[in-house]
């Protein structure tokens, strides 16, 4: 499996100010490194968890172009792949509801004639 950079991964995020590329970059680094980390515990110090802070609510740094680039990459990635496994960590599903309608369900059939 290939290694990627963070900066390779959202180098393409398309920001008008380069600063704001590099602020995303140094924060998606950080909470990679630590990812069982909080925000306060995964950030270097106070002004870069503040810095995270200001741009999850700046008006200039959108959800959908950090999706987009990071998607585009990620399909990039996979395009030089002969084999793709799609893991899914399925330890917190609760199929009991589903289980209990079916099972209502069928105890107020009535026996077909």
């Known amino acids: 499996m290939a290694s990627f950079l963070v900066t390779d991964e959202l180098a393409a995020v ?7 590329t590099r602020r ?13 980390a909080s925000v306060a515990q995964a950030r270097r110090d106070r002004s870069a968890m503040q810095e995270m802070y200001d741009s999850c609510v700046n008006r200039r740094v959108k959800a959908a172009a950090i999706i987009r680039a990071h998607a585009a ?23 009991m509801v589903k289980r209990l309608t079916v099972q209502k369900t069928l105890a107020n059939a009535t026996p077909s004639e």
């Open 24 to 36: 995303l970059i140094a924060i998606v680094e950080d909470l990679a490194a630590k990812p069982n």
């Open 73 to 95: 990459k990620r399909v990039d990635r996979m395009a030089g792949e002969s084999t793709l496994l799609a893991i899914q960590d399925t330890t917190e599903l609760d199929y």
């Open 14 to 20: 398309g920001f008008s100010d380069a600063r704001r």
